[in-house]
């Protein structure tokens, strides 16, 4: 069973973080969520990775400021240059030594850049690979939705005008009742050809944990990040990047570009599924897994004492 521990950040935001596998494990991997979501869509990976490494693989996941089970906070620090901070000190609290795979899916992934950007040397010292689903280092650049780029542009007005009143609306969270009705429109935003019932119901249940706050808050700021040049300066680390061929958020140029810039870099696009791969593509996520955390282990020390 996995262990549950609170971090508690330096502007009393609390989060939720779970841990399973041995302090001593010989490598930490760290699985970011998406914007909206929470630990929980990481599931699928869990059991596998528990499975094929065994005790010599630490995996750890948190719910982000105002996502899931983790406190709400001032909306000044809805940005992604906070949840940088916020990884460096999860880190710090929860895996202080050893090499570390940083995983991360959409917001996730925008997250360890945030963090790679913000904390050079921090990160330098402790990751050792990377895994990009679903994800970009654009902003919205190539965000059309799947649709004509016009509509696009209706759509992320509205989309940009709504999440500034929501941002406003604090620690309340979105009624259940509302996303229930909205659960169609949820499905065709998130997901590729195949939806299993559960893992609809399983995103709607977490973004009816996210605060208001959170979901309009974050908006702006991952709209307008751009890290590219980050990226680049990361090459030398093993990395994969996968999408989906029908991702509406976060289609293939966005993986593609990530691939650009980190050469090295496995890039897997999924025919038919759409954003919300970890869950529609189990399988080709954890084999990415699978490949940079092996190519890790590879050039690990055996671990002799608890760190």
Same mark, same amino acid.
């Given at each position: 069973?996995?262990?549950?521990?609170?971090?508690? +950040?330096?502007?009393?935001?609390?989060?939720?973080?779970?841990?399973? $596998?041995?302090?001593?494990?010989?490598?930490?991997?760290?699985?970011?969520?998406?914007?909206?979501?929470?630990? @929980?869509?990481?599931?699928? &990976?869990?059991?596998?990775?528990? !499975?094929?490494? %065994?005790?010599?693989?630490?995996?750890?996941?948190?719910?982000?400021? $105002?996502?899931?089970?983790?406190?709400?906070?001032?909306?000044?620090?809805?940005?992604?240059? &906070?949840?940088?901070?916020?990884?460096?000190?999860? +880190?710090?609290?929860?895996?202080?030594?050893?090499?570390?795979?940083?995983? $991360?899916?959409?917001?996730?992934?925008?997250?360890?850049?945030?963090?790679?950007? =913000?904390?050079?040397?921090?990160?330098?010292?402790?990751?050792?690979?990377?895994?990009?689903?679903?994800?970009?280092?654009?902003?919205?650049?190539?965000?059309?939705?799947?649709?004509?780029?016009?509509?696009?542009?209706?759509?992320?007005?509205?989309?940009?005008? %709504?999440?500034?009143?929501?941002?406003?609306?604090?620690?309340?969270?979105?009624? @259940? #009742?509302?996303?229930?009705?909205? /659960?169609?429109?949820?499905?065709?935003?998130?997901?590729?050809?195949?939806?299993?019932?559960?893992?609809? @119901?399983?995103?709607?249940?977490?973004?009816?944990?996210?605060?208001?706050?959170?979901?309009? %808050?974050?908006?702006?700021?991952?709209?307008?990040?751009?890290? +590219?040049?980050?990226?680049? #300066?990361? #090459?030398?680390?093993?990395?994969?990047?996968?999408?989906?061929? /029908?991702?509406?958020?976060?289609?293939?140029?966005?993986?593609?570009?990530?691939?650009?810039?980190?050469?090295?870099? !496995?890039?897997?696009?999924?025919?038919?599924?759409?954003?919300?791969?970890?869950?529609? =593509?189990?399988? &080709?996520?954890?084999?990415?897994?699978?490949?940079?955390?092996? @190519?890790?282990? #590879? $050039?690990?020390?055996?671990?002799?004492?608890? =760190?």
């Amino acid at each position: 069973m996995p262990e549950h521990v609170e971090v508690r +950040l330096t502007d009393d935001v609390r989060l939720h973080v779970e841990t399973s $596998g041995p302090a001593d494990a010989e490598v930490t991997a760290v699985l970011l969520h998406g914007w909206t979501l929470d630990g @929980r869509s990481w599931h699928r &990976q869990l059991a596998e990775l528990r !499975e094929r490494f %065994g005790d010599r693989v630490r995996v750890v996941t948190y719910d982000a400021r $105002g996502h899931g089970r983790s406190g709400c906070m001032a909306l000044r620090t809805a940005t992604l240059a &906070q949840l940088g901070d916020d990884l460096a000190a999860v +880190l710090d609290a929860v895996a202080p030594a050893g090499p570390v795979v940083l995983v $991360g899916h959409s917001m996730g992934g925008m997250t360890i850049m945030e963090y790679a950007h =913000r904390h050079p040397g921090h990160f330098a010292a402790r990751t050792a690979g990377l895994v990009f689903v679903s994800t970009t280092a654009e902003g919205h650049t190539h965000t059309v939705y799947g649709l004509s780029p016009r509509i696009a542009r209706l759509i992320r007005l509205a989309e940009t005008t %709504g999440a500034g009143v929501l941002a406003r609306c604090g620690a309340w969270r979105p009624p @259940r #009742a509302l996303l229930r009705a909205l /659960r169609p429109s949820i499905r065709w935003m998130l997901f590729g050809d195949r939806c299993d019932p559960t893992d609809i @119901r399983l995103v709607t249940s977490a973004v009816a944990r996210a605060t208001l706050r959170s979901i309009g %808050g974050f908006r702006a700021s991952i709209g307008a990040q751009h890290r +590219l040049d980050t990226l680049a #300066a990361l #090459a030398h680390l093993p990395a994969a990047a996968l999408v989906g061929d /029908r991702d509406r958020l976060t289609p293939p140029p966005c993986a593609e570009s990530i691939a650009a810039a980190l050469p090295a870099t !496995e890039l897997t696009v999924c025919p038919g599924a759409g954003h919300m791969l970890m869950m529609e =593509r189990p399988e &080709q996520v954890n084999a990415a897994l699978a490949g940079v955390l092996g @190519r890790v282990l #590879a $050039g690990a020390p055996e671990a002799s004492a608890p =760190r």
